[in-house]
């Protein structure tokens, strides 16, 4: 497993995360059970992953982590939570919505531990940017004087900026607050090679990377959809990939599939640190973890899928 700094906090996170949220939550969607969960936790050990990533908004993954995570010593793993402020859509959706410090309070219970890695906002658009910082970050700044939260960190909507607007403002306006950000970069989303991580590497902000591969290049069908569409905006000239199954060409070497190759892109950027997966299959975690042994591409092959798609920004 490679390790890289996760920006100004000087943690040395594995380049393969595990994420518990995404299409997979924890493998609640298979129906993978507590052994089972149990099972792919300690084989991200095995293989070196030392970073997981939570939210209080993901249904019991908290506490599946805690659980899966007891008996490990502390020092062996980070983990990465997060609070979802109560804006925009969530402010309607969610009137159970715990305040900041007791939902922190909460995932520590859970989590099984006493203090949190690294504590994230979670989906914060940008019309919510102000807010978060006018009245929410005080109180994370206070949570991480009491030693409860090592590190603040940030996340953006998937769905509904995947150009990444909000981010774009956080590291204009506040480099400074954020320790770490949490964002997608994929072959099928390189936009934040654009400006988001050039300032993220300005800043020293770490650069957690989600969804790499989501649901565009893990379902069957889906890639070519969205090929076709790229190419009926011209996004993508006409002729330049065929319309069906449209990435095998960078089947070859160590690349064994297409989802492989997505990885490695989403870890082949130095202001990326880690880049999580959210399996529920043991197979699929070994196979993620060794996509990331060697992240490069092959040369020309990183290039053409920059000359094709560098200004793609598909949300999944
Ligand atoms: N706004 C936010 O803060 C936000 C948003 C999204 C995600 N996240 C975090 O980022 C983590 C990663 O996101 P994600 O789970 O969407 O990312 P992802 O790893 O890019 O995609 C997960 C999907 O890919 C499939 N998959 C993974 N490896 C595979 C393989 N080798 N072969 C075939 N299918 C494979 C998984 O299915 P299987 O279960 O079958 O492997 C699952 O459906 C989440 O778990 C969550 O912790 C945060």
């Keep these: 497993m490679i390790y890289r700094t996760l920006g100004r906090t000087g943690l040395k996170v594995s380049l393969l995360g595990y994420g518990t949220g995404g299409p997979s939550q924890f493998g609640a ?19 070196g992953v030392n970073l997981f990533d939570s939210a209080e908004g993901y249904g019991a993954s908290e506490e599946w982590l805690g659980d899966a995570l007891d008996g490990v010593t502390r020092e062996m793993y980070f983990i990465a939570t997060k609070w979802g402020p109560p804006l925009g859509e969530r402010a309607g959706r969610r009137a159970d919505l715990a305040g900041l410090a007791e939902s922190v309070e909460r995932s520590l219970r859970r989590l099984r531990t006493d203090y949190i890695d690294v504590m994230q906002f979670h989906g914060v658009a940008e019309a919510d940017y102000d807010a978060v910082v006018d009245r929410f ?32 403002k ?54 070519d959809e969205v090929v076709a569409r790229l190419k009926s905006e011209a996004v993508i000239p006409r002729g330049e990939l065929p319309d069906e199954k449209p ?9 064994d599939s297409v989802i492989s190759a997505g990885y490695k892109f ?51």
Excluded: C
């Design 170 to 223: 956080a590291l204009r306006e506040g480099p400074k607050l954020w320790d770490t950000i949490m964002l997608k970069y994929g072959f099928l989303n390189q936009r934040a090679a654009k400006e988001v991580f050039p300032m993220a590497i300005e800043h020293d902000v770490g650069v957690i990377n989600m969804a790499a591969v989501r649901l565009s290049l893990t379902r069957p069908g889906r890639t």
């Design 266 to 316: 989403g870890a082949n950027h130095p202001a990326v640190s880690t880049v999580l997966t959210g399996t529920s299959s043991i197979d699929h975690l070994e196979a993620n973890a060794k996509a990331l042994e060697k992240p490069a591409l092959p040369a020309e092959d990183q290039e053409r899928l920059v000359r094709l798609l560098g200004d793609s920004a598909e949300p999944d």
């Design 247 to 255: 990435f095998d060409w960078l089947i070859r070497g160590d690349v």
């Design 29 to 47: 969607r298979a129906g993978v059970d507590r052994a089972g969960r149990q099972r792919i936790i300690r084989r991200a050990l095995d293989l």
């Design 137 to 168: 970050y005080p109180t994370m700044k206070s949570l991480q004087q009491q030693g409860k939260v090592r590190f603040i960190g940030i996340t953006f909507p998937l769905k509904s900026e995947p150009r990444h607007e909000g981010a774009v």
